[in-house]
């Protein structure tokens, strides 16, 4: 996946490495930030030679392909009911079972209704990037519950993501978690972007998580998460202390 180097900074020393991503429409621009920065260098030239034309045809360039329509499904669950949580988030009642992630003229057209500058030929690299990164968030998070929830999300086959929200680290790192700042303090990047994913257990109950997002290290494109529950509740100490003495469930 995409990965930038530094040599002040580095990845969080708890973070998880990306390989296999729901974003809002305020969180996309980091993403295109962090995949283009992320290239160490330019594609190769084509092989192919190109004969000149002729001098009464004037060469003409080549347009550029059109955006992509068609959205992927993505493999997380989706709640039969999403309660708005905020004027951002992409939350409303669930026409599929299955979260669907933005195409490529989505993403494009949300950003420039933002004001902001994306490229269309970059659609083709970041769509699938932010795909692949949430879902691999996903699974950290299933991880964390099978750990602590296993028994109970056998009952209807979850858990399911009731609604999610991406908010940047905030231009002063105003939105940074207590773990990202203590991170930066210490000499660790800072995230890119923060999301906040309200997951739904069977019978109802909803658990917190948060994630930070940092750009990787190295050549290519990299990512890495860090996931966890939030400390808003019995159920977030629970977990977060019960997996740093290395016991689970209920």
Avoid at 144 to 162: D, H, K, T, V
Avoid at 202 to 225: A, H, M, N, Q, T
Wanted: overall charge positive.
């Amino acid at each position: 996946m995409g990965n930038t180097s530094s040599n002040q900074s580095k990845p969080p020393p708890n973070a998880q490495p990306q390989s296999s991503c729901p974003l809002d429409h305020t969180a996309r621009t980091a993403w295109l930030e962090a995949a283009q920065s992320s290239r160490t260098s330019p594609p190769p030239p084509p092989l192919q030679y190109t004969p000149t034309p002729p001098q009464n045809h004037p060469p003409s360039s080549s347009p550029t392909p059109p955006l992509r329509s068609d959205r992927v499904t993505s493999s997380i669950p989706r709640a039969s009911h999403s309660p708005p949580s905020s004027p951002n988030a992409e939350t409303h009642p669930a026409p599929s079972t299955h979260w669907i992630y933005p195409s490529e003229k989505m993403f494009f057209d949300a950003m420039r209704r933002k004001n902001h500058s994306p490229r269309a030929p970059d659609m083709a690299a970041v769509v699938p990037i932010h795909n692949a990164v949430n879902e691999r968030a996903w699974s950290e998070i299933k991880a964390w519950e099978r750990q602590f929830a296993g028994p109970q999300n056998e009952a209807c086959n979850g858990p399911m993501l009731r609604s999610f929200r991406g908010s940047g680290s905030g231009e002063g790192g105003e939105r940074l978690t207590p773990r990202a700042r203590w991170n930066g303090w210490v000499g660790y990047e800072r995230p890119f972007d923060r999301h906040d994913w309200v997951v739904e257990r069977c019978g109802g109950e909803g658990v917190d998580y948060v994630i930070d997002f940092y750009k990787g290290r190295g050549g290519g494109v990299s990512f890495f998460l860090d996931v966890r529950p939030k400390l808003n509740s019995w159920e977030g100490w629970r977990m977060r202390v019960g997996r740093w003495i290395g016991i689970g469930g209920r």
